[in-house]
């Protein structure tokens, strides 16, 4: 099966400028998430979508970032305006939905990597 | 809130020799689902291999194999026979299965494994 899609793979950007990803997840996944990973740490959860709806938003920023699932397939994160410490790679991953059985595992993608100058 | 530590920052071996990376986590939660990832340069997440909290019995994948241990809340990574392709970012991560919440993943800050050849 295809795999997760992700684009920009790089991105650089001025502060206080917009910048948006683009995800589109494995056929059939109806979970997707969004995490961002700053270098040298392990990714943080920023937003999970079930179908088109939000399942967990908590971590955020909503002042700036915003993400929406259209239809409940393909998937953008928006940054506007950009911060220096966005600089970030931004994963985007898919799952199936349901119980937790040995399928249901995430499958990330590579990344979008963003350098806010 | 979960939380998972992997206090070696950063591990190397020998091409052909064994090696453990270490990983904890807290919960407050009795099942629920541990993961190792592998991340190369290439940024894309891959998944190594997983174990069921409810099992006792260690996960093994080839020449990756787990040490869980439940009570300790302790959860590493045996690597066998390490080759050059192992080289890379391993990050442990934890996911609850608890009914109505939203089942994200949480990952270690990772441990930078060098194989020497």
């Keep these: 099966e295809a795999g997760v899609a992700q684009s920009p793979r790089y991105k650089i950007i001025e502060k206080r400028q917009s910048v948006a990803f683009w995800c589109n997840p494995i056929s059939g996944h109806a979970t997707l998430y969004w995490y961002q990973q700053i270098l040298g740490q392990g990714p943080k959860l920023l937003i999970q979508f079930q179908n088109n709806g939000v399942v967990d938003d908590s971590q955020l920023p909503k ?10 397939v393909d998937s953008t994160l928006k940054i ?21 059985s040995g399928a249901n595992v995430l499958t990330f993608g590579a990344g979008s990597r963003l350098t806010v100058l | 809130a979960q939380t998972v530590t992997q206090s070696q ?20 939660e009795s099942d629920y689902y541990l993961f190792w990832y592998k991340q190369p340069p290439s940024r894309q997440m891959i998944l190594v291999i997983r174990q069921e909290a409810y099992k006792q019995q260690n ?58 050849p």
Excluded: H, W
């Design chain 2, 9 to 28: 920052p950063e591990m190397s071996v020998q091409e052909a020799e064994t090696v453990t990376l270490s990983c904890t986590y807290d919960t407050s």
């Design chain 1, 63 to 72: 002042d700036r970032f915003s993400a929406e699932r259209l239809k409940g």
């Design chain 2, 59 to 116: 996960a093994t994948e080839n020449r990756f194999s787990v040490n869980f241990q439940k009570a300790a809340k302790s959860f590493s990574l045996k690597i066998s026979d390490s080759q050059l392709g192992d080289a890379a970012m391993y990050f442990c991560a934890y996911r609850t299965i608890s009914s109505g919440s939203a089942r994200q993943l949480t990952f270690g800050s990772g441990t930078q494994l060098t194989v020497l």
């Design chain 1, 80 to 100: 506007q305006p950009a911060k220096l410490e966005d600089s970030a790679v931004y994963l985007c991953a898919s799952s199936r939905p349901g119980q937790l």
